[in-house]
């Protein structure tokens, strides 16, 4: 199955803040407490994309790694 | 039992037990990396130190291993660079593994143009060893004494009393300063009952080096992770290469191992072997870890200063270590002389402490990062990481997030007290950028003290006690031709920059005139500070 393939849009630096930022919003929070969080994240990130090919085009590269 | 043999240091019978004394400014307490680069530092800056450790061989186990440029260059300064870099595995190529199957690799240091590689693999044990030898060029303001253990100090009204047990007896020694360089467990800063806390990691690790003949890897040196291997399921595992045909295994254990029951040899070995397949091979040394990434609040306490582990300890995913520790000494040095040579208040040592401080924060953050996303806490960043991983194999974006270690680089000290603010490619605080220079390298050429570098055709004013070079200029100071245009990339044409002792950017001039380059020397020396 073919998929797109994303390049980092992040310097390094970035990547590890950004990593770490989301790790700390789950700190202490448990399974449902962050499966929620998830998704509100998912939501919050597809708005602030802004762009709904886009958000599709994620969706199916999310999507493929599933099988 | 280790191949490297540890020559033990004589114990010299000093003045102070026959009633004499010594009159070095400078005690220095710790004979490691830390403490014999000071003592090197300050004697090429023509200070005399007395240097104390309570041992009498060089670093016992190998411990750091990864040695980054910027460290090198510093030991270039030293005058040990070149003897390292002949000894040392140079490696560039960092390669990925997740389960059994190459994820990625990376190259540390793609860029040309350089006379040190982004890392070299060098035994402690061999650095310490390098830098005494270079310590003994110096005999007349550096005085080694080993089995001389510091047990108590107190202030006194120029500096500080230190109490030395030895074996032949206990004695004080006096110094203007004292800089404990006396490790992670530092006696120093628990006598002084400083607060050392921190994230602690539970998660321990074995650190092992094994000696195999034959080369491992089908080209060059590479070091190799693996999160999930089968050979180690559920945890992560790394291989480096070193000298003497020596390589390091750092596996990672459970949480709650009892350290006594896996450090034993039957309980290793035959994972050492499901990593290097059937290749004879020795165990040369041995260790268990426990990891933390702590600092202390303040760096300097009057005539006490703390440098290297003693100040502050990092996990070693990122060999933040030593290289952050070396950094230091980089710092203080030039600080600490100018200091006792009267030519800058005491003020500038105060600055030791906040840009060593930040440097440090900057490693921890670096180092915790690595550990953290290396043990995952929590099933939520259990299945970030794995998900991460996943995507790896075919997502470049996913290979960034990866963390196994970001490798120690030198802090920029931008926009502290001692730089004078500008714009140019390399921003004051930054600390400069090698590039080949005729037939020689930038850092080697560097003259010492401060330096005015011009670039092209700027105009370079003479200001008493600052030394000069020009980068394609013909001029009646030291000038050299821009071979590759490496220089003109990382330093841009036609400027000026001031360059500290330790090689850090002062200030940055279009047209420097003497004025304002002495100002900005002056500044940079800490006498437009308060004194505190
Ligand atoms: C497994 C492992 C791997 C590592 N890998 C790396 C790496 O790859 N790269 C890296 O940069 N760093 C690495 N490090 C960190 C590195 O080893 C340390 O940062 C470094 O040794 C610190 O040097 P130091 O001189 O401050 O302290 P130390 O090397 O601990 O030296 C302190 C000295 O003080 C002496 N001393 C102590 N108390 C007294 C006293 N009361 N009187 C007199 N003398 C005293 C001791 O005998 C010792 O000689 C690693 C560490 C470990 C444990």
């Known amino acids: 199955m073919s998929k797109p393939t994303h390049d980092s849009r992040l310097d390094p630096a970035a990547t590890d803040d950004v990593y770490a930022a989301i790790m700390a919003a789950h700190d202490g929070l448990t399974d449902a407490q962050s499966h929620a969080l998830n998704a509100r994240l998912v939501l919050l990130m597809a708005n602030a994309l802004g762009d709904a090919d886009e958000v599709a085009t994620l969706c199916r590269t999310a999507r493929v790694y599933a099988g | 039992m280790p191949a490297y043999e540890h020559t033990p240091e004589p114990f010299k019978r000093p003045p102070e037990l026959d009633g004499g004394r010594s009159n070095a400014p400078v005690a220095i307490v710790g004979a490691?990396?830390?403490?014999?680069?000071?003592?090197?530092?300050?004697?090429?800056?023509?200070?005399?130190?007395?240097?104390?450790?309570?041992?009498?061989?060089?670093?016992?186990?190998?411990?750091?291993?990864?040695?980054?440029?910027?460290?090198?260059?510093?030991?270039?300064?030293?005058?040990?660079?070149?003897?390292?870099?002949?000894?040392?595995?140079?490696?560039?190529?960092?390669?990925?593994?997740?389960?059994?199957?190459?994820?990625?690799?990376?190259?540390?240091?793609?860029?040309?143009?350089?006379?040190?590689?982004?890392?070299?693999?060098?035994?402690?044990?061999?650095?310490?060893?390098?830098?005494?030898?270079?310590?003994?060029?110096?005999?007349?303001?550096?005085?080694?004494?080993?089995?001389?253990?510091?047990?108590?100090?107190?202030?006194?009204?120029?500096?500080?009393?230190?109490?030395?047990?030895?074996?032949?007896?206990?004695?004080?020694?006096?110094?203007?300063?004292?800089?404990?360089?006396?490790?992670?467990?530092?006696?120093?800063?628990?006598?002084?009952?400083?607060?050392?806390?921190?994230?602690?990691f539970t998660e321990q690790f074995l650190i092992a080096d094994i000696e195999m003949e034959g080369e491992f890897f089908d080209g060059p040196p590479e070091r190799w992770f693996w999160f999930d291997p089968t050979f180690h399921p559920g945890k992560s595992a790394l291989l480096h290469?070193?000298?003497?045909?020596?390589?390091?295994?750092?596996?990672?254990?459970?949480?709650?191992?009892?350290?006594?029951?896996?450090?034993?040899?039957?309980?290793?070995?035959?994972?050492?072997?499901?990593?290097?397949?059937?290749?004879?091979?020795?165990?040369?040394?041995?260790?268990?870890?426990?990891?933390?990434?702590?600092?202390?609040?303040?760096?300097?306490?009057?005539?006490?200063?703390?440098?290297?582990?003693?100040?502050?300890?990092?996990?070693?995913?990122?060999?933040?270590?030593?290289?952050?520790?070396?950094?230091?000494?980089?710092?203080?040095?030039?600080?600490?002389?100018?200091?006792?040579?009267?030519?800058?208040?005491?003020?500038?040592?105060?600055?030791?402490?906040?840009?060593?401080?930040?440097?440090?924060?900057?490693?921890?953050?670096?180092?915790?990062?690595?550990?953290?996303?290396?043990?995952?806490?929590?099933?939520i960043e259990a299945l970030f990481r794995a998900e991460t991983l996943r995507m790896a194999h075919d997502q470049p974006f996913a290979r960034r997030i990866i963390n196994s270690g970001r490798l120690s680089t030198p802090c920029a000290l931008t926009g502290e007290a001692l730089q004078t603010p500008g714009t140019a490619p390399l921003e004051p605080g930054r600390a400069l950028l090698d590039a080949p220079l005729g037939d020689d390298w930038l850092v080697r050429v560097m003259p010492d003290g401060f330096v005015l570098l011009g670039i092209g055709t700027v105009v370079l004013p003479d200001v008493a006690g600052i030394a000069r070079m020009g980068i394609d200029q013909n001029a009646d100071y030291p000038c050299y031709p821009d071979r590759d245009g490496y220089a003109l990339d990382r330093y841009g044409r036609d400027r000026a920059y001031l360059i500290r002792p330790d090689g850090h950017v002062a200030a940055v001039f279009d047209t420097p005139t003497a004025q304002a380059v002495e100002r900005a020397r002056d500044r940079a020396l800490g006498r437009m500070l308060e004194d505190a």
């Open chain 2, 241 to 379: 290469q070193q000298p003497d045909n020596i390589y390091r295994i750092d596996l990672q254990l459970d949480r709650d191992t009892d350290a006594e029951s896996v450090a034993d040899e039957e309980t290793v070995l035959p994972r050492i072997r499901a990593i290097v397949g059937d290749r004879p091979f020795r165990l040369d040394w041995m260790s268990i870890y426990t990891f933390r990434c702590i600092t202390l609040d303040r760096y300097v306490h009057g005539p006490v200063i703390f440098a290297g582990d003693s100040a502050h300890v990092v996990s070693p995913f990122g060999a933040r270590g030593g290289n952050g520790g070396i950094q230091d000494i980089d710092n203080l040095g030039w600080k600490l002389a100018a200091v006792i040579a009267g030519e800058a208040p005491r003020a500038l040592i105060d600055t030791y402490d906040t840009e060593r401080r930040r440097a440090a924060r900057e490693n921890i953050v670096n180092s915790a990062r690595a550990t953290n996303f290396m043990t995952p806490k929590t099933p």
């Open chain 2, 32 to 200: 490691g990396p830390v403490g014999l680069a000071l003592a090197v530092d300050l004697a090429q800056r023509g200070v005399a130190c007395t240097v104390l450790d309570d041992n009498n061989v060089v670093s016992v186990g190998s411990r750091a291993i990864c040695w980054a440029k910027r460290t090198l260059e510093i030991f270039d300064r030293l005058g040990v660079g070149q003897r390292m870099l002949d000894k040392g595995v140079t490696w560039k190529v960092g390669r990925l593994f997740h389960g059994d199957d190459p994820v990625y690799d990376f190259d540390l240091l793609p860029e040309e143009g350089h006379a040190y590689p982004a890392f070299i693999n060098l035994q402690q044990y061999y650095v310490e060893e390098y830098l005494l030898d270079r310590a003994k060029e110096f005999p007349d303001l550096i005085d080694l004494r080993f089995l001389s253990k510091v047990t108590d100090h107190t202030p006194t009204e120029t500096g500080v009393a230190l109490t030395v047990e030895t074996p032949e007896g206990r004695y004080t020694l006096d110094a203007d300063w004292m800089v404990a360089c006396d490790g992670a467990g530092s006696p120093t800063r628990k006598r002084m009952d400083l607060a050392f806390e921190g994230q602690t």
